[in-house]
């Protein structure tokens, strides 16, 4: 760099003025929305290098693809796992999207030894997955949008002024700090959800999608990969999933009849793909409940199938 003392005052003044104008007119990153599901306006949840954001679709097949693949079923569709409202409840998995100065609460967990103590920036109004009446997954979502930090919790239920939950766990998007190995997290796989979400504002207001998408299988093996950090099951079979293995959508599937939004959860798949993140039904993929989606729309999903995709090369498999 050259010593500014050196240069004539006029140059170094004409400089400064050049990197204020620079500086006014360049694009600020708009902050996300507050509340319910609300806009994250394209920040993207973790660095860009995050395993969530890594593009895949050129890394090398793993040499057991076909055996897994077959394993959650060849002939099974992919189902859209969100949407707009089922019996009268939000169909996803919900988020909500706090202020940094969001009084925070302390919570109860059954699984404390591997849950962040916290306490949780947890709002009036936030949502359970299944609604307050779900003896489902129960699972709320908050993302401190000042803070960069997302905070998750498992089977939480309101208990008087406080909280209780079965496990709950805390990530600094600003990282790419995993779980510790062996821990749960609010997802059976260690991992966080909400990165894994296909949202309304990415699929059809920006038209992108960004980072792999979270789904579900039945039978899992007893084993992890990176990302995830725990496992959920008692199978040695090496024909099941680990958690973390990630799928993509085969290139040569053809997605130009599909609807828009349609499309960009597809491309999204062929990019970023999805991984498995718990036990559940076969190929759901998850995504946060909206009502302007467009239910027929997604529903075409269900044209592919568990032959369109293949799985990617895993990394060091841990069985303990």
Known sequence: MKNLSRLPLWIVGVGAVAISILARSAPQQKHADLGVGASLHRNRIFPADNAWNRDISHDPLDPNSERLIASIGLQKPLHPDFGT???????????????????????????????????????PNAPIEGGEKSDGDRHVLMLDRDNWKLYELYSAKREGAGWKAGSGAIFDLKSNKQRPAGWTSADAAGLPILPG????????????????????????????????????????????????????????????????????????????????????????????????????????????????????????????
Do not use: C
């Open 85 to 123: 409202a089922w019996n009268g409840v939000p169909m996803g998995i919900p988020y909500v999207v706090v202020a940094g100065n969001q009084p925070k609460i302390h919570v109860q967990f059954e699984y404390a030894d591997e849950s962040d103590p916290g306490p949780y920036p947890i709002p």
């Open 197 to 320: 979400l296909a949202r309304y504002d990415e699929a059809v207001e920006q038209g992108e999608i960004a980072h792999a998408l979270r789904f579900t299988i039945v039978h899992s093996r007893r084993a992890y990969v990176s990302p995830a950090t725990h496992f959920a099951s008692h199978s040695a079979d090496l024909n099941l999933p680990p958690m973390g293995l990630r799928v993509r959508l085969k290139a040569k599937v053809d997605i130009s009849g599909f609807p828009k939004e349609a499309q960009v959860i597809l491309r999204a798949l062929k990019r970023y793909g999805m991984i498995v993140a718990d036990n559940g039904s076969d190929w759901y993929v998850s995504g946060a409940p909206d009502m302007r989606w467009n239910d027929d729309s997604l529903n075409t999903l269900k044209r592919i199938h568990g032959r369109d995709f293949e799985v990617v090369k895993m990394g060091d498999v841990v069985t303990k």
